[in-house]
């Protein structure tokens, strides 16, 4: 497996005297993705659109619908067209880039590029469209590839925003003239809104010459870890394709890891339940000193460009070709491929995973919480050094020039997380007691938890954050090695257990279920080759008995042991509640599960309300509950012989071991001062 | 041209509908581009038309105290009175008109339904169902003289045990499936104006039959305003079809002279031509794609494009169908922008052949008009007839015209003949048209007749229809019939056909009679001839056997004369007599074949062309 990386900081070379100027104020030709014989601007854009036949008929459907005049809802569409449609404007791109330079410098970050793979893309741009289709991790997002594509030459990417951004004053208007576009979460309802979205959208991608982003899961992942993809905007982007607008078109998946991700401290609090605040202006501002501060490193990771072409085959022929090619719709069964599509692509990110420094020192936090054991500086290093190791062995993108100066990097920007005490021992910080006003408690969204609480669980659950996007590498050996643990088993058996958990973990641990044998396979191997288990003919068990087994076999087992613990404990906290209670809406469930973990001192991960739903809708998903909408409310109902075999498999597995987070724990310092939201 | 006042949809909707289909069925809907259109036919049709007869219920010829008006509001002549009618029937046909008219009373009794419960449950999962009497009994025919004395004395041997109205292409689908399964007729009924037969009840069927109203599927899908296309669902009729079209500014220019009530299927299925067909095309013209439901299958072509090398044209297949191979559930058409200038115009010319001459010339140089027509002396005294009080202004013979074309140009007016004119485009084309139309007359003895007479010549042929009512209730049977003829075969086919229904008549002791003809339609290679034939029955035992052996053998001579079958009514029952050998013994296999591949259980057993001999129903 390769994995040494060729990765190059974009921002160095700014740093100099007059550099940011001297670069913004260059004469910039981009390349573009497309080269047609007319140039559409983004003004030509929308006004293909605008004379679109698509809209036109369905603007004659909506005036018989609702006998409303086609005049005025042309206007209407009009609107949306202009509350859609990005907008280029080299001036502001100048501004907004020396802008950006100026805080990333405050922030004393780096971006880390893989510039071969990128210099590659654009060698083959020019031909079809191109997607890039990053992680959403942070909003800082939002301009990476924007400014990874100022600095590389390329023309600047559409990028597809939420709302939040287009109600916020004079940003909303920049980003646009950036290149963003806006897209309303929701399109039920709307179907005028919905229609100039798709033909917007769709024209763009067919005419605009350049790359067009979009997060495929849709909203920033709160925990680090990949989410399901949504499909609605690749359908979109994907219909020039399919009604052969165009030839091909080429994806490009790109993971962004950050050493820091801006948003952690409000992330953590978003899981225990307390709301974020809404984006504004003002807040940004006010954030803006909040920046002048460490925050480490960025690796933004192109994955290898895919053409949709090969992936998919050349489009077959479907009675949407009858269609005028303005109306073609997805059929039914492209809408499957796409949804495969978008799914695949989200394990490419994954695959693009680099795994910085923090997310090793997070796991070695961790491991040593676990342990209760307090590590000195050269265990911490030695421990990198061995997880290194592992992660490789398991697949994964290490990206490491220096452990050492990697590590002293970290702790700076982690300082108010985890740092090294007098006898440079590495301790996690607790948190400052929060203030549990009456007004937090109230628009606290599930079980209002105790200050005390959160005093541990908000830093642990950051901790916890960096090591969610390295898990997926460790969680089907894990659960093959928790299975087998319990005592010998067939492996046909522990086959059916293993997907079965898989299945309950689906949200929590997004895979494809399509290829889940091979991934069973190589976990199984992977356990055996690495001496945590044992295989004589179909049977397996667990070698921890073993005297054979040395100090790495040691810790690989205790690894493989804890790395689940917060996804199963939920899960197994989730099948309690629904147990006792047989039928109960979302919200319900959520606040109980949290009320037993905080009485329980469970890991304080299991009080995060993202990884409770996830496992809720495990549930669903291996058939254990039933999920049904009444009226407003989403209700799940237990299906009791499914359930208590779940029930049951979940605590024969769940690994004794206890995370033991209170003042007992030598690893953990406290600190007295108040939150800060 | 009257425009038709849009009525809203007089039918209750009818609660339990389709409950049974889940939510999922109809979102699945591929379009959603359509517009359903508020048709002006209700769904319970008899609330607005005559049961009895043709047309609307409130428009109708009456003849009062010596004098005949025609009711209602929707014609140009509606509730004017016509000074010159009564005189002209009488010397024409020697009606009685003091007797009352015979008017048939509203039937009490209905054939019983043969549908099977259990058949017709499984149906209204899918769609409405309806036994009611009359409306099986109102689709269980079509137009011609046939029909109408079987409907005015209630002697259908079969009429439709059930009514079904499906939506979509889907719902389609599943009924035919649904007529496999249990083995019942399917009768795609469209506007039921056919001429032929070919929608009338097959006598002899012992299976359930069941019509399936198309007036359900008359959503627009899409339209393309650039590439002149729409996609409409086939059971639109054609004034709603044409109506929405107007109102975006197009039109289809498709106009049968039924297509106030006949449908785009209708159209497809018996190979309509349209009155303004030289300039947007018969049907077979307009069809860019076409949908169909077989019992085998759907059957379509996968490209949408205006012509194509591949084998026979199976879309050819379809049209001409007569409803005997499934059910046409969306078609492409073509569309056209709507012209700035309509104008009418008329010329008039001594006698029919230098009438005809002219329409030659015309063709030959292809300077075709919309609409271009030669009406021979009787009809243009029929015309006559049906004058309105108020003067329409300009009417031909008329005042000083009468005196310059009879005294100063010596045309005889009992040989004068008229053409009529419907010329479209902008002011610059059509007034180019019209000087070019006038010089070729000039050379043939034809001087411009004034544009008001073209007008009402157009007008007209919309109410004709209804006068076959009014003749019924005075026993005078009337039918038309039409055929189509080379160029040079035509003024002989004319003069022979004409002179064979006298002869037929004389042999039949009928002696008061019209025959009369005019030229509707020109192509390259020959033009359409169209008959109105119609006598005084009071003398006869049978009126419609006298009829009917008089029009066979006026069909005989038209045949032996060199013209067709047909040229758009269709064969449907009542021209079987001669299906195989104009498409030659081997064609009508050919029939039998595609029969066989597309209904083999002969689902679609409407029994026209030919195919009730030697097809036996399988059950
Ligand atoms: C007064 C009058 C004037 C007329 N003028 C003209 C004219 O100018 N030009 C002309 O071409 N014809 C004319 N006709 C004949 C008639 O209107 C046409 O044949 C018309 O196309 C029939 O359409 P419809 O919808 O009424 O069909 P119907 O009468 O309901 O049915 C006719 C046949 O088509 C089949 N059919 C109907 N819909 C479908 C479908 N969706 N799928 C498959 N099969 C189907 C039926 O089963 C039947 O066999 C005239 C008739 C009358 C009474």
Not at chain 2, 98 to 119: D, Q, W
Request: charged share 25%.
């Amino acid at each position: 497996m390769e994995n040494k990386i060729e990765f190059k900081d974009i921002l160095l070379p700014r740093d100099t005297h007059f550099g940011i100027v001297k670069f913004m104020t260059r004469s910039w030709s981009p390349k573009k993705t497309l080269n047609l014989d007319k140039e559409y601007l983004p003004q030509d854009i929308k006004d293909l659109v605008l004379k679109s036949t698509y809209l036109d008929s369905i603007l004659d459907a909506e005036c018989v619908r609702n006998g409303v005049s086609k005049h005025q809802l042309r206007k209407e569409v009009v609107n949306y067209v202009e509350e859609i449609a990005m907008d280029k404007r080299m001036h502001v791109i100048r501004w907004m880039g020396v802008f950006f330079l100026k805080v990333s410098f405050m922030m004393k970050i780096g971006i880390f590029v893989n510039e071969p793979a990128v210099l590659k893309l654009k060698e083959t741009m020019g031909e079809n469209p191109v997607l890039f289709l990053p992680t959403h991790r942070s909003y800082a997002d939002f301009c990476l590839m924007t400014y990874l594509c100022y600095h590389y030459d390329i023309e600047l990417p559409a990028v597809a925003a939420g709302m939040d951004f287009y109600t916020m004053a004079v940003v909303g208007q920049m980003m646009r003239e950036t290149g963003a576009f806006y897209m309303r979460r929701t399109l039920a309802g709307a179907p005028l809104y919905s229609a100039t979205l798709r033909h917007y959208v769709r024209t763009l991608v067919g005419h605009y010459g350049a790359p067009v982003e979009f997060f495929l899961e849709g909203t920033r992942s709160r925990s680090n870890k990949s989410l399901s993809p949504k499909y609605g905007m690749l359908a979109m982007t994907l219909l020039p394709y399919f009604a052969r607008e165009v030839d091909d078109i080429t994806i490009v998946p790109v993971n962004i890891s950050y050493d820091r991700v801006m948003e952690q401290s409000l992330f953590a609090y978003e899981h225990l339940g307390v709301p974020k605040p809404k984006e504004t202006t003002g807040g940004l501002i006010k954030a803006l000193h909040t920046l002048n501060d460490n925050f480490g490193d960025i690796y933004i990771n192109l994955g290898s460009p895919m053409s949709i072409k090969e992936y998919l085959g050349h489009p077959e022929l479907s009675a949407e070709t009858l269609k005028p090619r303005d109306l073609q719709k997805l059929t039914d069964e492209q809408m499957t491929h796409v949804q495969k599509l978008a799914d695949h692509v989200v394990t490419l990110q994954q695959d693009c995973t680099v795994v910085t420094i923090t997310n090793l020192l997070c796991i070695v936090l961790m491991d040593s919480l676990y342990r209760n054991k307090v590590l000195c500086l050269q265990e911490v290093e030695s421990q990198i050094g061995w997880l290194i190791k592992v992660l490789r062995s398991l697949g994964a993108n290490v990206f490491e020039r220096d452990v050492k100066s990697g590590i002293e990097r970290v702790l700076t920007v982690h300082r108010s997380m985890m740092r090294l005490d007098k006898e440079k021992r590495l301790r996690l910080v607790s948190s400052a007691l929060m203030n549990m006003t009456n007004d937090v408690q109230r628009k606290m969204k599930g079980h209002i938890l105790k200050a005390e609480t959160m005093v541990n669980a908000v830093p642990i659950i950051q901790v916890q954050l960096y090591i969610n996007p390295v898990l997926h590498y460790c969680v089907p050996s894990a659960l093959v090695y928790l299975i087998a643990s319990r005592g010998n088993i067939l492996k046909a058996e522990l086959y059916t257990e293993y997907t079965l958990f898989r299945k309950l973990l689906k949200h929590e641990f997004f895979h494809l279920e399509g290829i889940e044998e091979a991934n069973f396979n190589k976990a199984l191997e992977y356990c055996v080759h690495n001496g945590v288990l044992s295989s004589s003919g179909d049977v397996l068990a667990n070698r921890s008995g073993d005297k054979l087994h040395n100090r790495s076999g040691d810790e690989l087992h205790f690894l493989l042991q804890w790395a689940v613990i917060p996804a199963l404990t939920t899960l197994f906290a989730c099948a309690e509640v629904m147990r006792e209670c047989k039928k109960c809406e979302h919200k319900r469930a959520l606040k109980r599960v949290q009320e037993i973990t905080e009485l329980r001192k469970c890991h304080p991960y299991c009080l995060s309300l993202d990884a409770i739903s996830n496992c809720l809708q495990g549930l669903v998903h291996a058939e254990a509950l039933l999920k049904y909408k009444v009226k407003n409310d989403m209700i799940y109902e237990v299906v009791p012989a499914v359930m208590d075999r779940c029930h049951h498999l979940i605590s024969s597995i769940i690994p004794k071991l206890r995370l033991v987070f209170d003042d007992s724990n030598p690893v953990i310092v406290h600190q007295k001062q108040r939150a800060r939201l | 041209m009257t425009e038709n006042v849009a009525l809203l949809r007089t039918t209750t909707e009818p609660v339990p509908r389709k409950k049974n289909l889940s939510e999922k069925n109809i979102k699945k809907s591929p379009y959603d581009t359509a517009i359903k259109v508020k048709s002006a036919i209700p769904r319970k049709r008899q609330d607005l038309l005559k049961w009895y007869g043709w047309g609307y219920k409130d428009s109708m010829f009456k003849l009062k105290d010596q004098v005949a008006t025609f009711t209602g509001t929707r014609y140009l002549i509606g509730g004017k009175s016509l000074p010159h009618f009564v005189q002209w029937v009488r010397e024409k046909f020697d009606v009685d008109i003091s007797k009352p008219p015979k008017i048939p009373p509203t039937p009490t009794v209905y054939p019983e339904s043969r549908l099977p419960k259990e058949v017709r449950e499984e149906l209204e999962k899918v769609t409405l169902v309806s036994v009611d009497g009359m409306d099986r009994l109102i689709r269980a025919h079509g137009q011609t003289l046939n029909d109408m004395t079987h409907l005015r004395n209630n002697s259908f041997q079969r009429v439709p045990d059930a009514v079904i109205w499906p939506e979509s292409h889907e719902q389609v689908q599943q009924i035919v499936n649904c007529a496999t399964k249990y083995k019942f007729v399917l009768i795609p009924f469209g506007g039921g104006t056919s001429v032929s037969g070919s929608i009338t009840c097959p006598a002899h069927e012992t299976r359930p039959i069941v019509a399936l109203d198309t007036s359900d599927m008359n959503s627009i899908l899409w339209l393309d305003r650039e590439q002149l296309l729409a996609r409409v669902q086939a059971g639109i009729v054609g004034q709603d079809l044409e109506r929405e079209m107007r109102a975006r500014g197009f039109t289809v220019g498709h106009e049968p002279d039924s297509y106030e009530f006949s449908t785009l299927g209708g159209w497809v299925a018996t190979r309509a031509s349209g009155m303004k067909k030289n300039t947007y095309g018969n049907i077979e013209d307009l069809i860019v794609q076409t949908k169909v439901v077989t019992p085998k299958g759907v059957i379509e072509k996968s490209c949408c494009v205006p012509r194509m090398s591949c084998g026979p044209d199976w879309e050819h297949i379809v049209m001409g169908s007569e409803g005997c191979l499934g059910v046409v559930t969306e078609v492409t058409l073509k569309i056209r922008p709507l012209p700035s200038i309509v104008r009418y115009g008329s010329l008039v010319f001594p006698d029919w052949e230098s009438g005809f001459h002219f329409e030659r010339e015309v063709a030959r140089q292809r300077l075709q008009p919309s609409s271009i027509r030669l009406m021979d002396n009787e009809q243009f005294r029929f015309g006559h007839a049906l004058k309105m009080e108020t003067s329409w202004g300009g009417v031909l013979l008329d005042g000083l015209k009468k005196l310059y074309i009879t005294k100063i140009k010596g045309f005889d007016p009992l040989k004068l003949c008229v053409v009529t004119l419907l010329m479209e485009g902008n002011l610059e084309q059509v007034t180019e048209r019209e000087t070019q139309l006038n010089n070729i007359a000039a050379r043939f003895g034809g001087i411009p007749g004034g544009a008001k007479n073209g007008e009402i010549g157009y007008t007209l042929t919309f109410v004709i229809a209804y006068i076959r009512d009014l003749a019924l209730e005075y026993n005078i049977v009337a039918e038309s019939f039409e055929t189509s003829v080379p160029w040079e075969r035509t003024l002989t086919l004319c003069r022979n056909t004409k002179r064979r229904v006298i002869t037929e008549c004389r042999k039949r002791n009928v002696t008061h009679y019209l025959i009369s003809c005019r030229l509707t339609q020109t192509y390259d290679a020959g033009c359409c001839i169209y008959f109105y034939f119609g006598f005084n029955s009071a003398g006869c035992a049978d009126a419609l056997r006298t009829y009917e052996e008089i029009e066979e053998a006026a069909r005989d001579e038209i045949i032996a004369c060199g013209g067709s079958i047909s040229h758009h009514h269709g064969v449907g029952k009542l021209r079987k007599k001669w299906y195989t050998q104009t498409v030659s013994e081997t064609g009508r296999r050919l029939l039998f074949a595609a029969k066989q591949a597309l209904d083999p259980d002969n689902i679609f057993a409407l029994a026209n062309m030919e195919l009730d001999r030697g097809l036996v129903s399988k059950l």
